[in-house]
């Protein structure tokens, strides 16, 4: 064989395989925590994909190792631990720092606010991406999008709701804004990590609970002390997984590790939604025709006064301080157009599937 054709096979084969980090330098070594049990379906396995992916798009370069909620710091103290130098991410979800700025809940969920495809967009494509990056520039924090579960369950009871006066006095762990909404109407609401709802359940510390949606309520065993599965899910319509990253340890990396995480954050928002997506398609069936779940849908004075109550607080939380107020101004122009838009083309031919399919 031809010596020039067997070099040059050999580099070829070369370059097939993966480049080892710049000869002499080291690797970047960043510390993700993350508010979720380790390797729970969905928020937990695409935290680790997501550190996997980035340390492979960069062939090691960049060296991401993953703490679950309680590993480091616990899941409450995550963003703390990026803003304190304990950890340089953390993968979580906004309604968690409402008690830090009251701004974020625009970037998490709003209750009957928009969708997963609608914040997506307008984080994207609206402006919402920089608001978002003001909103968490006094923490020293970058935020990306990576993903959403889509709309969320109700909830578990114990006992069925059929009327406003059943959540009065209701002990409800719910997050984010839809808490000051069941607040208003009588009930107690308690924000728990995701590990500890089923516990909480089972002692009887809350009454109620809302996780996310059927995969992830099948895999945490809510059914187990809870039959009630009340929809909808009106307080996390399109709820929001984020990916927090420190000013300073991103301003240290060269651009093309900066570039590869803003990239990989984009295909994580693809991935975690279209994981939800299937997934709680096929966990719904199950747990209905398996562990006898019993589907309701709250009755008419409830939605009416979930309805007239979130309106309330969501322009309430629009007049809070200046930066809401900036804020709103972009995401509540956008929602009425997305509602309009829906209306004609999601919500029509959803209705109209449904009719068909029967």
Same mark, same amino acid.
């Given at each position: 064989?031809?010596?020039?054709?067997?070099?040059?096979?050999?580099?070829?084969?070369?370059?097939? @395989?993966?480049?080892?980090?710049?000869?002499?330098?080291?690797?970047?070594?960043? =510390?993700?925590?993350?508010?979720?049990?380790?390797? %729970?379906?969905?928020?937990?396995?695409?935290?680790?994909?997501?550190?996997?992916?980035?340390?492979?798009?960069?062939?090691?370069?960049?060296?991401?190792?993953?703490?679950?909620?309680?590993?480091?710091?616990?899941? /409450?103290?995550?963003?703390?631990?990026?803003?304190?130098?304990?950890?340089?991410?953390?993968?979580?979800?906004?309604?968690?720092?409402?008690?830090?700025?009251?701004?974020?809940?625009?970037?998490?969920?709003?209750?009957?606010?928009?969708?997963?495809?609608?914040?997506?967009?307008?984080?994207?494509?609206?402006?919402?991406?920089?608001?978002?990056?003001?909103?968490? !520039?006094?923490?020293?924090?970058?935020?990306?999008?990576?993903?959403?579960?889509?709309?969320?369950?109700?909830?578990? /009871?114990?006992?069925?709701?059929?009327?406003?006066?059943?959540?009065?006095?209701?002990?409800?762990?719910?997050?984010?804004?839809? %808490?000051?909404?069941?607040?208003?109407?009588?009930?107690?609401?308690? @924000?728990?990590?995701?590990?500890?709802?089923?516990?909480?359940? *089972?002692?009887?510390?809350?009454?109620?609970?809302?996780?996310?949606?059927?995969?992830?309520?099948? !895999?945490?065993?809510?059914?187990?002390?809870?039959?009630?599965?009340?929809?909808?899910?009106?307080?996390?319509?399109?709820?929001?997984?984020?990916?927090?990253?420190? =000013?300073?340890?991103?301003?240290?990396?060269?651009?093309?590790?900066? @570039? *590869?995480?803003?990239?990989?954050?984009?295909?994580?928002?693809?991935?975690?939604?279209?994981?939800?997506?299937?997934?709680?398609?096929? %966990?719904?069936?199950?747990?209905?025709?398996?562990?006898?779940?019993? @589907?309701?849908?709250?009755?008419?004075?409830?939605?009416?006064?979930?309805?007239?109550?979130?309106?309330?607080?969501?322009?309430?939380?629009?007049?809070?301080?200046?930066?809401?107020?900036?804020?709103?101004?972009?995401?509540?122009?956008?929602?009425? =157009?997305?509602?309009?838009?829906?209306?004609?083309?999601?919500?029509?031919?959803?209705?109209?599937?449904?009719?068909?399919?029967?």
């Amino acid at each position: 064989m031809d010596r020039r054709m067997l070099l040059g096979g050999a580099v070829a084969g070369a370059s097939l @395989l993966p480049a080892p980090a710049v000869l002499g330098q080291a690797p970047v070594r960043m =510390r993700m925590v993350t508010t979720w049990p380790r390797n %729970a379906p969905g928020v937990g396995t695409n935290a680790q994909w997501l550190a996997d992916r980035l340390t492979r798009v960069t062939d090691g370069r960049l060296e991401i190792e993953l703490f679950a909620a309680g590993e480091l710091v616990p899941a /409450f103290e995550a963003l703390d631990a990026v803003q304190q130098g304990v950890a340089e991410m953390a993968h979580s979800a906004p309604f968690f720092w409402l008690g830090k700025s009251e701004a974020l809940n625009y970037f998490g969920s709003i209750p009957f606010g928009l969708t997963a495809s609608e914040i997506a967009g307008w984080l994207e494509f609206g402006g919402g991406q920089a608001l978002w990056d003001e909103a968490m !520039a006094p923490f020293g924090i970058k935020p990306y999008f990576v993903g959403s579960s889509g709309v969320s369950a109700g909830g578990w /009871f114990r006992e069925p709701v059929e009327s406003l006066a059943d959540l009065e006095g209701l002990k409800f762990r719910i997050a984010g804004l839809g %808490a000051e909404v069941m607040r208003r109407l009588g009930a107690t609401p308690v @924000l728990t990590p995701p590990s500890d709802v089923f516990a909480a359940m *089972a002692a009887g510390t809350v009454d109620a609970a809302e996780l996310i949606g059927p995969w992830n309520d099948q !895999a945490f065993g809510l059914y187990r002390v809870a039959k009630y599965y009340v929809q909808p899910g009106f307080h996390e319509v399109g709820p929001t997984a984020e990916l927090l990253v420190s =000013r300073a340890a991103l301003d240290g990396l060269p651009e093309d590790l900066r @570039l *590869a995480i803003e990239t990989t954050a984009l295909a994580s928002a693809m991935r975690y939604h279209a994981d939800y997506t299937f997934h709680n398609v096929m %966990a719904l069936q199950p747990l209905v025709e398996d562990h006898g779940v019993l @589907l309701r849908v709250y009755p008419d004075d409830v939605i009416e006064a979930l309805g007239r109550t979130s309106l309330e607080v969501l322009d309430e939380l629009g007049e809070a301080n200046a930066l809401t107020r900036k804020i709103h101004r972009s995401y509540r122009p956008f929602l009425e =157009r997305a509602n309009t838009y829906s209306q004609w083309f999601t919500g029509l031919i959803l209705t109209t599937r449904a009719g068909v399919l029967g």
